[in-house]
């Protein structure tokens, strides 16, 4: 049975496990996406690897865990209190119930991961689980400087992180697009695999799409390019030098690369980034419904051609959707002109806008076609589309 290794969620059958080592505000560089490349830049991996590894660097993070008082209630219920009481014995100080026990040393937990550099002013991206709850986050660029970064702000449903350091004319790298690419398209993926420091893999784009089930966003890019733990974080990058996506996660039933990689589009990566930017927070469209897939079974009732669209299960009471007279029942099949699939595509579309943003959908009601204008109000991380 195979093992899922990716951000901290179980799927049935499969355990979950991140990819960090050791146990645990300028505009966006441009996009652009070239043409499909059959071989790397003219002269090949090497021109391609001095060109983008300045801008990989290595991230460590500590983790101190409070002292905490000994637990002074270590010995209450158990057996050795019932001995002691039965024949008369004394408790050791600091081990009686209710006596207050001796400070716990504290302690400290390390973990490394990946992540590149996207400014010369030394903004830096890499996973949100890299550095969740880090008491000290250190970079090491490839050139061996060491630098303190602070986390700006990071985002867990996309496991995006911003990290800021102190630099000048530091080397970056330039975001190319994921929409649009294809499936055999070269790729390297670089990374700190295991703590051994700045490591080339190369492979192909083998799907596009995928949905590991770690959140309700998730659009992964698969990859045969090997991924290891120490990888989260880490570019992966096209044939000329571009970063199509951050790589995230593994499949495995081992924790080492089988060819099954997965990276964070770049294209969500940049707009996620691109918020954080702002206040260190990621601020998401919402539309107030319940939603489901379309099912087998209201196709054949409605007559319709196809099961895509997302079927409106639900509207909440004075949500922007009950306002614009959306209904249960309801079929989702666009929005901002963008063909809705299914209630994955509903989800990214309505939180890639920002609240108080007005959006058109194109609804099927009864098998008739409406098109409705919605403002959107703001996302929370529990509520549904």
């Not at 400087?145 to 602070?150: K, N, T």
């Not at 083998?206 to 659009?219: E, H, K, T, V, W």
């Amino acid at each position: 049975m195979a093992d899922k290794t990716f951000i901290g969620r179980i799927a049935p059958a499969l355990a979950v496990t991140a990819l960090v080592a050791g146990g645990g505000m300028t505009a966006i560089n441009s996009v652009t996406h070239p043409a499909f490349a059959a071989t790397p830049v003219e002269g090949g991996y090497v021109d391609l690897v001095k060109q983008v590894a300045p801008a990989v660097v290595t991230i460590e993070v500590t983790k101190r865990t409070s002292a905490q008082p000994a637990n002074s209630d270590m010995f209450e219920g158990t057996p050795l209190e019932e001995f002691a009481e039965r024949f008369g014995f004394e408790m050791p100080e600091g081990q009686r119930p209710g006596q207050q026990g001796r400070q716990m040393p504290e302690r400290e937990a390390r973990g490394a991961g990946t992540g590149f550099i996207i400014s010369e002013d030394g903004r830096i991206v890499t996973n949100a689980h890299v550095v969740r709850n880090a008491d000290e986050v250190n970079v090491t660029l490839d050139d061996g400087r060491e630098m303190v970064a602070e986390v700006v702000g990071v985002d867990e449903a996309t496991d995006v992180a911003l990290l800021k350091v102190d630099g000048t004319d530091l080397p970056a790298l330039s975001f190319g697009a994921s929409e649009g690419i294809q499936v055999g398209e070269n790729v390297i993926a670089m990374g700190n695999p295991f703590g051994l420091g700045n490591t080339v893999t190369t492979g192909i784009v083998s799907a596009i799409g995928r949905d590991l089930r770690a959140g309700p966003f998730d659009n992964f890019i698969q990859t045969d390019a090997a991924i290891n733990r120490g990888n989260s974080g880490g570019p992966l990058v096209n044939a000329s030098g571009e970063v199509i996506g951050m790589n995230t996660a593994i499949i495995s039933p081992t924790g080492g690369s089988i060819g099954l990689g997965f990276a964070v589009p770049s294209d969500m990566v940049r707009q996620i980034v691109d918020d954080l930017s702002d206040d260190g927070e990621v601020s998401r469209g919402w539309l107030g419904v319940q939603i489901a897939p379309v099912s087998e079974d209201v196709v054949s009732a409605l007559g319709l051609e196809d099961a895509n669209g997302t079927l409106i299960d639900g509207v909440m009471d004075g949500t922007p959707a009950e306002k614009a007279g959306l209904r249960k029942g309801d079929i989702v099949i666009a929005v901002n002109g963008t063909a809705i699939d299914g209630p994955r595509d509903l989800t990214r579309a309505i939180a890639g806008d920002a609240p108080g943003a007005d959006v058109e959908l194109k609804v099927l009601r009864r098998g008739d076609e409406q098109t409705f204008n919605v403002t959107l109000a703001e996302r929370s991380d529990e509520e549904p589309a």
